[in-house]
């Protein structure tokens, strides 16, 4: 039987001063190893398997685990046993079990938020004790190395179902709110540095709007309009710079997608497409909902112009795990 893996990865980039050459390697974690990979020639350089597997959420798109480069540490959270767990990323053991406080009493979604700089992290918790059962976010402060417990502090998100990203420098957060907009907290302080109102560029009678990336202070919004086609939605993009105050032009793709996301540069925007899946008469299996296909359409961010089409050697079901920071791998 074929054992299924839920994978994250990040890249590590590792300079040699003395020779003036530089490395970027990708670290891709499943429930029972995990594989460090030379991006330069796609090599593996070695495997480290772990003699059980992996506990707590591996998911990195959603936030339910984090990786700390400088004391190598991966961080899982679980919700069935109320804390998160510490592995050794070089040794896929485990370090500990940190339980939340006792002002947590019913925990349901979390995200973990989790700067590079700095001495502390974030675990967002919507605690389903409060305000009568419908839930309510808890922010709880640790510090990194022991991962103490530095108390309860101002909340960064307004809803769990907010996605937020960390700037270059690991010193802000942006926060796409539930509405489209932008907020930007300093990630040492939470302080709120700007809340940014992108009301006026988006297009007005949308299906469906959402800032769904963010790298160098760019941001990437996708606008949703219904049609009455099997994809039932096509998909517009255009994007922000938070330092200029300026848009870009607006790409209809004439697609639905699975994940848009931006080049770590911030100069291309690659649309992993997805359609519904047709299935003959006679198929009794159930009908599946529209998924990725194996397309990716890569376009330029200035002008607007497709730059090409990438076809995968999959139908469906496919998971872009990331890019390459120098942004010519995927």
Same mark, same amino acid.
């Given at each position: 039987?074929?054992?299924?893996?839920?994978?994250?990865?990040?890249?590590?980039?590792?300079?040699?001063?003395?020779?003036?050459?530089?490395?970027?390697?990708?670290?891709?974690?499943?429930?029972?190893?995990?594989?460090?990979?030379?991006?330069?020639?796609?090599?593996?350089?070695?495997?480290?398997?772990?003699?059980?597997?992996?506990?707590?959420?591996?998911?990195?798109?959603?936030?339910?685990?984090?990786?700390?480069?400088?004391?190598?540490?991966?961080?899982?959270?679980?919700?069935?046993?109320?804390?998160?767990?510490?592995?050794?990323?070089?040794?896929?053991?485990?370090?500990?079990?940190?339980?939340?406080?006792?002002?947590?009493?019913?925990?349901?979604?979390?995200?973990?938020?989790?700067?590079?700089?700095?001495?502390?992290?974030?675990?967002?918790?919507?605690?389903?004790?409060?305000?009568?059962?419908?839930?309510?976010? #808890?922010?709880?402060?640790?510090?990194?190395?022991?991962?103490?417990?530095?108390?309860?502090?101002?909340?960064?998100?307004?809803?769990?179902?907010?996605?937020?990203?960390?700037?270059?420098?690991?010193?802000?957060?942006?926060?796409?709110?539930?509405?489209?907009?932008?907020?930007?907290?300093?990630?040492?302080?939470?302080?709120?540095?700007?809340?940014?109102?992108?009301?006026?560029?988006?297009?007005?009678?949308?299906?469906?709007?959402?800032?769904?990336?963010?790298?160098?202070?760019?941001?990437?919004?996708?606008?949703?309009?219904?049609?009455?086609?099997?994809?039932?939605?096509?998909?517009?993009?255009?994007?922000?710079?938070?330092?200029?105050?300026?848009?870009?032009?607006?790409?209809?793709?004439?697609?639905?997608?699975?994940?848009?996301?931006?080049?770590?540069?911030?100069?291309? #925007? #690659?649309?992993?497409?997805?359609?519904?899946?047709?299935?003959?008469?006679?198929?009794?299996?159930?009908?599946?909902?529209?998924?990725?296909?194996?397309?990716?359409?890569?376009?330029?961010?200035?002008?607007?112009?497709?730059?090409?089409?990438?076809?995968?050697?999959?139908?469906?079901?496919?998971?872009?795990?990331?890019?390459?920071?120098?942004?010519?791998?995927?």
């Amino acid at each position: 039987m074929r054992k299924l893996f839920f994978m994250i990865i990040f890249f590590l980039f590792v300079g040699f001063p003395s020779t003036g050459y530089s490395k970027t390697f990708a670290y891709m974690f499943a429930t029972d190893e995990v594989i460090k990979f030379d991006t330069d020639t796609d090599a593996i350089v070695n495997k480290t398997k772990s003699s059980a597997e992996i506990e707590g959420y591996l998911d990195y798109q959603r936030a339910e685990c984090a990786v700390d480069i400088m004391n190598n540490y991966l961080i899982t959270l679980q919700g069935i046993a109320s804390g998160f767990y510490v592995y050794d990323v070089r040794t896929m053991k485990e370090i500990s079990f940190v339980k939340f406080p006792s002002l947590i009493k019913s925990a349901g979604a979390m995200k973990v938020i989790y700067p590079q700089s700095g001495t502390r992290f974030y675990i967002e918790i919507d605690d389903m004790s409060l305000n009568s059962g419908e839930g309510g976010l #808890v922010n709880l402060a640790y510090e990194k190395k022991t991962s103490t417990f530095l108390g309860a502090v101002a909340n960064i998100l307004d809803s769990i179902r907010e996605r937020f990203w960390l700037s270059d420098d690991q010193n802000s957060i942006y926060v796409s709110t539930v509405d489209g907009n932008i907020r930007i907290y300093d990630s040492q302080t939470l302080t709120l540095r700007r809340t940014i109102d992108l009301s006026s560029i988006y297009e007005s009678g949308l299906w469906s709007k959402a800032v769904d990336d963010v790298r160098k202070g760019v941001a990437l919004l996708n606008e949703y309009k219904k049609t009455q086609g099997p994809s039932k939605y096509f998909l517009s993009f255009i994007t922000y710079d938070a330092a200029t105050d300026k848009s870009s032009v607006r790409v209809a793709t004439g697609i639905n997608d699975d994940v848009t996301l931006l080049t770590p540069d911030a100069t291309r #925007v #690659v649309v992993n497409e997805a359609r519904a899946l047709s299935l003959s008469a006679t198929n009794k299996a159930p009908k599946k909902e529209p998924s990725a296909t194996g397309r990716l359409h890569v376009y330029d961010v200035k002008s607007g112009n497709k730059l090409g089409l990438v076809t995968l050697p999959t139908d469906f079901s496919e998971q872009i795990l990331g890019i390459r920071p120098s942004g010519d791998k995927l």
